[in-house]
């Protein structure tokens, strides 16, 4: 195939797949992101999908979209704004125009533009005569029309040729890109392959879309170079399918069985759904009746020996409350995961936001410190799953890892580790020569008790959530011994050695960026943006949480102007001026179920800049 | 090769002070536990006993083996995390009627429902007696407790209704002082495959005193209680002359020799029946329209949960090729930057 047409060579470029929840826009947006890491571009993809799995067809509240920011830079972010959306109806052009740079590309299936769909879109006419003649670029394609012309002689049914049209657009697309379609086509080998009918539709569909577009006169061509990215296997990985593998390698590294009792919710659904597939890698998953019950049973296979996990979203955090202070009680190792959607209540379960962070460090009954970390990016959701099982072991504790919305479902390229590589996780059991076993005597460096299981021979001993009596562990209602249990068991998670914070751009700046968690990529693409116009700008962003990094105070106090950015209202703030009282903290929050805007920090930090 | 442990009743007792009131049942059911326990030919750090919170779930401080206390209504939940993680011990959930069955409501029937092979043992005092005499959610309809003054407006839960309505494989009733019944109850629900239900009709002599005392009094009881066995027809009374029979869909009471009735006109008690119509039956009577039924009244071999989680994933193992993480991040669609 040649090209005649001229390619525009760009350094990044943002596009939005979107359609009609049932369209398959997330499939074609996954399709487009694996073409894009495989020919060398880094990646950030980011789906936008409605609560309502099938949302009325045709309105605005049913549109699903998929963004992917691809470049030949290292990526960050999924992007704010797109260069090119495809929009399959007029209610995903209405969801999604907003969204669109000006001078951006607009392709739409002018076959499901009509006035039924403009109705149901809330449009009270064809939006694009007025589009047309605005800053856009608008190319009108009858892709259902043509979808069913291409697959009209294979004998299927209707439904499944209209099933095709987004493979016909993905086609349309990949030209536009000058992106293969090798890797697309091994794909529909592999996936369907018990169906060669299906393989060969969605091959013709892909064809015909690419055919066609090489054959329209006004269609641009643009070609995203290679990144610069360092040697090694690469693979394109999302936040909660890193998380699942963080823990599991953790419990392998470990030597321990991996348990995990949870219940689904979103957005944290796809991690049990990943470690109930896990079965080849032994681990033992209860999907069970209830939230409190997913906590429990893990608390129950802690006591028993494994590395026990639960998997939750923050309604499902507030409903383990009770258990998180049992477990915290009883000195066992265990991890919450915590993928944050908007709140509160119900909420917006399909949106991000990050206003469980209060919650993670304080919602529970009585003195009750656990450990909460924070991933910041999809990928290394793996890391910090990984290090919150290192943790919860080694210090006999509940780990909190908060993740949330953006980055479990958003993906990325991500450097395959060794497991060789990766740090050591060493239980503290108990040995024969502890008998007889005091559950509470502890190592006197680190406070941290040993691990006694059931079937240990001659370690025999009883834990609960009853206050208990320093090193014996019998029940206790002595107040001094109270006290004594309150601050011990505060003070062995203070002396979890947690790494120091490290300051990103430029050290000498006036002003410092506070982030946590999965803001990162938006936080650090406003830094190199700002350099790039040589206003240079410091950024600390906080996967420690509780404990903080020894460091933190030392930090702040070099910069004349610390501005926090959360997405909440506020909370790391006021934790953060409970910790430090003598710092100054600006703030800039957010909480619409949608992650920052680079736009939007930077305009913020340069009004902080004037101050 | 380990050493055989011969071990006796008091080889499960810890040095706590046990702190349940002078006289009550509880007291009474941990030492037919202490007696069974030897009988089952477990090692004793292989017993876990996981408990919830009441009363009766003080229980693990009391016994020597493996024990935890956990929040309430939750024991079921974190048994049977402890059941999965070790398929190999030996676990028993200690439960109230309050713990079970109202804020454990969930987990109880779900626990059953799966059939994880742990032994449940629920102490039925019919009253909340930990904080100091509410009503249950078995007290009778009408009970006059410190939240009903003017008696309870709910109906009570039968326990052995709610395990077979669950699809519980087993369910045993005994009375907590019959501790020799309630030993031989218990070592029967150690061997059941399955979640092995056993309501103890437990008295609670500070906050619902004679709870039972129509089906304890000495004088009467065996008129009014029926001890049933596997294989046997269900005959009971002082002189052994009474049986049960089913007329209709109902069961009877007879007189053994009156209207031609005869020994084999008498049901006989089948455990195993995994149709649950005639356990249900039995698990329904009440005095005094018919006797209470203590025993195993159910004992039905099901697929059990635990053995399934084991075998699905040697089943998956002995087929995958992915065998560890470094198989698994390297599997599917990867790519090289030189």
Known sequence: MTKVTHVVELDEVVIRFSGDSGDGMQLTGTLFSDTSALVGNDISTFPDYPAEIRAPQGTVGGVSGFQLNFGSNKIHTPGDYADVLLAMNPASLKANLRWVKSGGTIIVDIDSFNDKNFEKAGYTENPLAKLKSGDYNIIEVPITSLTKEALKDLGLDNKSIIRSKNIFSLGIVYWLFNHPLNFTEKYFDEKFKKNPAIVEANKIALHAGYNYAENLQYMPSFRVSPAK??????????GNLATAWGLIAAAEKAKLQLFCGSYPITPATEILQELSARKDLGVRVMQCEDEIAGICTAIGASFAGNLAVTTTSGPGLALKAEAIGLAMMTELPLVIVNVQRGGPSTGLPTKTEQADLLQALYGRNGECPVVVLAASTPSNCFEFAYIACKIAV??????????????????????????????????????????????????????????????MKGLEHRVGGLEKMDKTGTVSYVPENHQVMVNLRMEKLLKIKVPDLIIEGNTESDILLVGWGSTHGHLRTVLRNLEAEGKPVALAQFNYIFPLPANTLEVFSKYKRILVCELNMGQFASYLRMNYPSINFLQFNKVMGLPFTVAELTKKVEEVSKL | MAEEQV???????????????????????????????????????????????GCSSRFPYYINTYGFHGIHGRAAAIASGVKVANPSLSVWEITGDG????????????????????????????????????????????????????????????????????????????????????????????????TSVV?????????????????????????????LNHGKPMVFGKNSDKGLVLEGKKLKVVTLGQDGIGINDILVHDTKDPDPTIHLCLVRM????????????????????????????????SKSKIRCMDDLMNSGSTWIVE
């Open chain 2, 7 to 53: 071990l006796t009743a008091k080889d499960f007792k810890s040095d706590q002070e046990i702190r349940w009131c002078p006289g009550c049942g509880d007291t009474a059911i941990f030492s037919s536990v202490t007696k069974a326990l030897p009988e089952l030919g477990i090692k004793h750090e292989d017993y876990a006993f996981i408990s919830g919170i």
């Open chain 1, 394 to 455: 080694e210090h006999m504790t509940p780990v909190i890892l908060l993740t949330d919305g953006f980055i479990a479902n958003g993906s990325e390229a991500w450097k395959i580790p060794q497991m060789a590589d990766l740090p050591e996780i060493s239980a503290p059991f108990a040995k024969p020569e502890d008998a007889p076993f005091l559950p509470y005597l502890r190592n006197p460096e680190t406070l941290v008790r040993k691990w006694a299981v059931p079937g």
């Open chain 2, 286 to 317: 009440n005095y005094p329209e018919l006797p209470v039924a203590l025993g195993v009244i159910r004992a039905v071999e099901m697929p059990v949960y635990n053995e399934l989680v084991v075998k699905q994933i040697e089943d998956i193992q």
């Open chain 1, 229 to 238: 990215i360092e040697k090694g296997k690469y693979r394109n990985l999302n």
């Open chain 2, 99 to 194: 713990d079970a069955m109202a804020i454990g409501g969930n987990h109880f029937i779900h626990l059953i429902r799966r059939n994880i092979d742990l032994n449940l043992i629920l102490f039925n005092n019919q009253i909340y007696g930990l904080t100091k005499g509410q009503f249950s959610p078995t007290s009778n309809f009408g009970q006059v407790t410190k939240t009903s003054p003017y008696g309870t407006i709910e109906r009570p839960f039968n326990p052995g209704e709610l395990t077979i309505g669950s699809q519980g494989s087993f369910f045993a009733r005994t009375i907590d002082n019959n501790v020799k019944l309630t030993s031989e109850v218990l070592i029967e629900a150690a061997k059941h495959k399955g």
């Open chain 2, 199 to 227: 309501e103890a009709l437990q008295n609670c002599v500070i906050f619902n005193d004679d709870a039972y005392a129509a089906i304890t009094d000495k004088a009467t009881k065996e008129d009014r209680q029926i001890i």
